[in-house]
């Protein structure tokens, strides 16, 4: 079945530093890839995707870039805000994500510290 | 517009109640998720509709957990006689069947088995 694998936290930041969030994946065929973020006292809200293989998907100076052949869809930030302090979850999907249920990674708790 | 909600917020049940989270998807949203949240982990897939039909339910852990959405827009989880190790946050999603798949999340219902 379909896995995801995340780097553990919490992981502690200072403002402005350089961040990467490993997050790989095991599944059949294709999927597409997704990084959710859920803000203190707030619901789960998509980050950005990426559909297919060498895609890049970017939001908020966040970027990750979907590698099929180390299975891999690292999150990363050239700097750092304390407003970015949050979990993240990778997760994945056997469609394009709206037509089945998704699989999440354990989540990444993000601290940045001022 | 409005996002997705859920109610109640929080609920606590004694070990054996039943108990019913609703959730209201945004309007329009043809399919509609289920996911369990337990402390520390990333969400669990229980269940999916795409308008009224439950086209998978392969996450539900035991038959004590029962889905509804008989009118295609609200829908209803039913956890019967609830043990302890049904203690987590359950969360809903709705999308549209469009390209951009994306899964938009409502605040969740923490449920505490006592």
């Known amino acids: 079945g379909n896995s995801v694998t995340q780097m553990e936290g919490p992981v502690t930041l200072s403002e402005e530093a350089f961040l990467t969030i490993n997050c790989t994946y095991t599944?059949?065929?294709?999927?597409?890839l997704f990084w959710y973020v859920q803000y203190p006292g707030e619901g789960l809200q998509l980050l950005l995707k990426?559909?297919?293989?060498?895609d890049k998907g970017s939001n908020k100076g966040f970027e990750a870039t979907y590698r099929k052949e180390t299975t891999s869809f690292h999150l990363e930030k050239g700097s750092v805000q304390v407003s970015d302090s949050a979990v993240y979850f990778c997760?994945?999907?056997?469609?394009?994500?709206?037509?089945?249920?998704?699989?999440f990674g354990k989540g990444t708790h993000l601290i940045i510290q001022p | 517009g409005a996002g997705v909600s859920q109610s109640p917020r929080y609920k606590v049940a004694k070990r054996g109640q039943d108990v019913a989270l609703r959730c209201d998807p945004i309007?329009?949203?043809?399919?509609l998720f289920w996911y369990q949240q337990a402390l520390g982990q990333g969400p669990e897939f229980l269940t999916y509709?795409?308008?009224?039909?439950?086209?998978?339910k392969s996450g539900l852990p035991s038959d004590r957990f029962f889905a509804e959405r008989p009118e295609g827009s609200v829908s209803t989880l039913k956890i019967q006689r609830t043990q302890q190790e049904d203690s987590a946050v359950y969360l809903c999603?709705?999308?549209?069947?469009?390209?951009?798949?994306?899964?938009?999340f409502g605040p969740g219902t923490r449920l505490t088995v006592t």
């Open positions: 999603a709705s999308s549209l069947m469009d390209s951009s798949y994306e899964q938009y």
């Open positions: 509709f795409q308008n009224e039909a439950q086209l998978d």
């Open positions: 309007s329009g949203h043809v399919s």
């Open positions: 599944a059949t065929g294709y999927p597409s």
């Open positions: 990426a559909t297919k293989a060498d």
């Open positions: 997760a994945l999907s056997d469609s394009g994500g709206g037509a089945d249920g998704l699989t």
